[in-house]
């Protein structure tokens, strides 16, 4: 142990594809997977690990979706084993095959971000402290990072991955995608990108997809204060609570910042007693929503509140086994501690460096918010050949989110600046409410929130869409709102998810129809036809944006075919019938004849002559 400990510090590491054969309590993974590590700064020796999942479809043919979970300092594993993987873990820690998987259709990259934070590390760190604290306790990173150290790292790894270990992949079309803190994740990297590489030949940017994100702090914590204000109006706390928490007499918050939020002060016992029941009534959310806390208190996004990242499995518990070190190849990492989180408690060297998720409104470093960086996204793809391609920023927030509140996610879009396109205004979109087999309800993690059903429930709405002019034909910006669901979008509604990403992401299909011209003005006459049996421009609106041109294969779509299917059985049936009854009619026909046959020979043909 002591050798192999040595070895890793002082052999740099080969960066390797390693294909995973079995997937302990599991078995082979039902597509290609593959994981290992790869070198990312050969001067601190920062090694970042990587999981692959092949496309169900077509591997050759799909394109490339990255995923990112947050924190900062969240393994994007909690991704692929909790959200959008093929393969979860359940309530009961087994394995379950996911119906919403994002891989039906694309290859899915996940990577660690940092060292320290899952199986990623660092080799070279001048700490030695660090080092120690690493190889002793397992339980802390010897290297820093930054905002900026992770897309320069990450463009290295995307780089060295498509070159090197997945050269068929290069060249695809690449969507970066993520949860919170990715907010800053994928928009500094496709920046990242577009300096670095020349061309497409090797990253082929097309778009991004993030929910719940992090982008601006004078826009979204204007809204953070819903903490509180959320509970109380969904009935997560009473009135009572409220009013202890939020009357300034009482002395248990600081009230208002310039930043919106609050500040805890549990000086006294009936503070002490209101600040515990909203945490009891919010999962722990109190630590997640209020980014300036006293000391001792966490001061980061938590990305899946603070009870049971992997939907109540202990997920670290499981990558931290032995037997799934060495099936994901990932024996090499001197992590003695997996961690699925570190946040900004466990990785106090981690640098904020803009202005998002953070307690300074201008950027901790004087750098901007991601408002900028996306209009420099925007303008880039104006005349970069590396950002050819690059069609589709598509922004998300559940509608129950108190982490990263919906409210101000739109707030931050608005304030990009670009105008409502036409027609683009705020609408609902619609998807098939498909049903789940009781099966996979039976096994769903925690987090599947209510949207998934047993019995097929139609054409529902899905949730809001507002279309946003880039000023460019080619690059659309649209702010998208899932219904019922909470800040992981893709694990509290798998499915309404992974229709978005088929349809919007990947196919470039609008959610829902723009609204006509005029189509709020006029009588009520026209509007809502009163009198017209077909109703009026409401009506004609509502029954394109349900049609199957935007909520995929329709309700009446499937009984079509299932009625095609019953009358091919039918039909399969009748013929099998009548060749069964020709078989029947025949065979008795020619035992009657045969019979008849025997029954009219000559008697002495019958007869036997006895010798003498």
């Known amino acids: 142990m002591l050798l192999r400990s040595l070895v890793w510090l002082v052999l740099p590491l080969a960066t390797c594809a390693e294909r995973v054969v079995v997937l302990p309590g599991f078995g082979e993974p039902p597509t290609a997977h593959f994981s290992g590590f790869v070198e990312v700064e050969p001067s601190s020796g920062t090694h970042l690990f990587y999981y692959l999942v092949e496309s169900q479809s077509s591997p050759k ?29 359940n309530e009961a820690g087994r394995f379950m095959n996911n119906p919403y998987a994002w891989n039906r259709q694309a290859n899915i990259l996940y990577v660690e971000f940092g060292p320290g934070v899952g199986y990623s590390f660092c080799a070279n760190s001048s700490k030695t402290t660090g080092v120690a604290c690493l190889q002793e306790r397992g339980d802390c990173s010897p290297c820093s990072a930054s905002d900026s150290s992770v897309a320069r790292q990450s463009v290295a790894a995307i780089e060295t991955l498509l070159t090197e270990v ?51 702090n004078k826009a979204q914590f204007g809204w953070l204060d819903l903490g509180v204000d959320f509970a109380v109006r969904n009935s997560l706390i009473s009135q009572e609570v409220y009013k202890v928490l939020t009357d300034p007499a009482n002395g248990c918050s600081s009230g208002r910042t310039a930043v919106g939020d609050r500040i805890r002060k549990v000086g006294s016992d009936e503070c002490r007693r209101a600040w515990r029941l909203y945490d009891l009534a919010t999962a722990g959310t109190g630590d997640a929503v209020h980014p300036r806390q006293v000391p001792g208190l966490p001061m980061y996004i938590d990305p899946l509140f603070s009870v049971g990242l992997a939907g109540g499995v202990d997920m670290a518990a499981y990558l931290n086994r032995t037997d799934v070190r060495e099936a994901l190849h990932a024996t090499l990492s001197p992590n003695k501690v ?59 927030s559940g509608d129950l989110d108190p982490v990263v509140n919906g409210a101000g996610t739109e707030a931050a879009v608005e304030a990009i600046g670009f ?167 025949l065979f008795v026909v020619s035992f009657v004849v045969l019979f008849a046959i025997a029954g009219c020979k000559p008697a002495e043909d019958a007869s036997i002559e006895l010798p003498r």
């Not at 995923?67 to 873990?89: D, E, K, Q, R, T």
């Not at 990297?189 to 992090?214: E, K, R, Y």
């Not at 420099?376 to 391609?389: F, G, I």
Request: hydrophobic letters at 45%; glycine letters at 10%; a negative charge.
């Open 338 to 396: 997996y961690h699925v989180e570190l946040g900004n408690n466990g990785y106090p060297e981690y640098t904020l460096e803009y202005a998002a998720c953070n307690d300074n409104p201008s950027g901790p470093l004087g750098k901007t918010s991601m408002l900028d960086v996306y209009r420099d996204l925007a303008a880039t793809s104006r005349h970069s050949k590396v950002a050819a391609n690059f069609s589709r920023i598509i922004i998300n």
């Open 419 to 585: 105008p409502v396109a036409e027609g683009g205004d705020r609408r609902p979109w619609f998807f098939n409410a498909a049903a789940t087999a009781a099966a996979v309800l039976g096994e769903r993690p925690v987090k599947w929130g209510p949207s998934l059903r047993s019995v097929a429930a139609g054409v529902q709405v899905g949730g809001f869409i507002v279309n946003y002019d880039t000023g460019l034909p080619d690059l659309s910006l649209d702010f998208v709102i899932f219904r019922n669901s909470g800040h992981m979008v893709p694990a509290y509604a798998p499915q309404t998810a992974f229709h978005v990403i088929e349809a919007a992401l990947l196919q470039g299909r609008p959610l829902s129809p723009r609204l006509p011209e005029g189509f709020s003005s006029g009588d009520d006459e026209a509007f809502y036809g009163y009198k017209a049996p077909e109703g009026g421009a409401f009506s004609a609106w509502v029954q394109q944006a349900m049609s199957c041109t935007y909520v995929g294969e329709c309700p009446n779509q499937v009984l079509e075919h299932q009625s095609v299917i019953r009358e091919l059985v039918v039909d399969t049936v009748a013929d099998m019938f009548v060749v069964v009854r020709f078989i029947f009619v």
């Open 61 to 89: 043919d799909d394109p490339l979706l990255w995923w990112m979970n947050g924190g900062p300092g969240a393994s994007s594993l909690v991704g692929l084993l909790a959200a959008n993987g093929p393969l979860l873990l």
């Open 166 to 216: 997945f050269p068929d992949m290069a060249g695809k079309p690449l969507y970066l995608t993520g949860e919170s803190y990715a907010g800053v994740y994928a928009p500094t990297l496709a920046a990242a990108m577009f300096d670095h590489f020349q061309d497409t030949s090797i990253v082929n940017l097309h778009g991004i997809w993030v929910t719940d994100p992090c982008m601006d």
